[in-house]
């Protein structure tokens, strides 16, 4: 599928809101950059990683590219921190740890992807790639959820786990961030 013709998913367009002015964005299997497009368009520096050359060639525009198996190879941003991480329509359980690590002090994970029940709608169908009840939830522990949602979707019709999440800023703050909350 060729994301560089596709809009932003709804859900990061509704929770991008939740980034700070200026904050750096990791897109995860960024694919040909839709998700990219949209931050940089909006002021962010962006990062895309994927294991695809002609996905990471047609991501460059929108800012910095990796070229990298996440799957087989080491994770290229240990130790590093991003005001946000994206993900869409990608799960690799051995990497999840590292993906929500990867959210700095005061940044946002946006994630969204297939979840159990697909394997009744279409592709993808095996387990491995389908979130189980809770399990994106479970993986966000010691962030703070700001919206999360599991259930089907249509036109194409797909089941879907998703959540926008907030690594706090300052744990000893007397009054807490706000993060506002968006209608659909």
Same mark, same amino acid.
């Given at each position: 599928?060729? /994301? $560089?013709?596709?809009?932003?998913?709804?859900?990061?367009?509704?929770?991008? /809101?939740?980034?700070?002015?200026?904050? $750096?964005?990791?897109?995860?299997?960024?694919?040909?950059?839709? /998700?990219m497009r949209w931050f940089a368009e909006r002021g962010h520096p962006t990062i895309g990683v994927d294991r695809s050359s002609e996905a990471v060639a047609a991501a460059a525009p929108f800012g910095q590219t990796v070229l990298a198996d996440i799957e087989s190879g080491p994770w290229p941003f240990a130790g590093q921190g991003f005001g946000a991480?994206?993900?869409?329509?990608?799960?690799? !359980?051995? !990497?999840? =740890?590292?993906?929500? =690590?990867?959210?700095?002090?005061?940044?946002?994970?946006?994630?969204?992807?297939?979840?159990?029940?697909?394997?009744?709608?279409?592709?993808?169908?095996?387990?491995?790639? &389908?979130?189980?009840?809770?399990?994106? &939830?479970?993986?966000?522990?010691?962030? !703070?959820?700001?919206?999360?949602?599991?259930?089907? &979707?249509?036109?194409?019709?797909?089941?879907?786990?998703?959540?926008?999440?907030?690594?706090?800023?300052?744990?000893?703050?007397?009054?807490?961030? *706000? /993060?506002? &909350?968006?209608? *659909?």
């Amino acid at each position: 599928m060729n /994301h $560089s013709t596709l809009e932003p998913s709804p859900w990061i367009v509704r929770w991008s /809101h939740l980034l700070t002015p200026g904050a $750096s964005v990791l897109d995860v299997a960024c694919g040909s950059g839709r /998700h990219m497009r949209w931050f940089a368009e909006r002021g962010h520096p962006t990062i895309g990683v994927d294991r695809s050359s002609e996905a990471v060639a047609a991501a460059a525009p929108f800012g910095q590219t990796v070229l990298a198996d996440i799957e087989s190879g080491p994770w290229p941003f240990a130790g590093q921190g991003f005001g946000a991480v994206i993900v869409t329509n990608y799960l690799w !359980r051995p !990497r999840m =740890a590292e993906i929500v =690590a990867a959210v700095a002090a005061g940044g946002v994970l946006l994630y969204e992807t297939f979840a159990a029940g697909n394997e009744t709608v279409g592709k993808p169908s095996r387990p491995d790639f &389908l979130l189980q009840p809770g399990e994106l &939830l479970a993986a966000c522990a010691g962030l !703070r959820v700001v919206a999360y949602e599991d259930g089907f &979707l249509a036109a194409p019709d797909r089941y879907v786990q998703r959540v926008a999440a907030v690594r706090p800023a300052d744990s000893c703050a007397s009054t807490p961030s *706000r /993060h506002p &909350l968006q209608p *659909r």
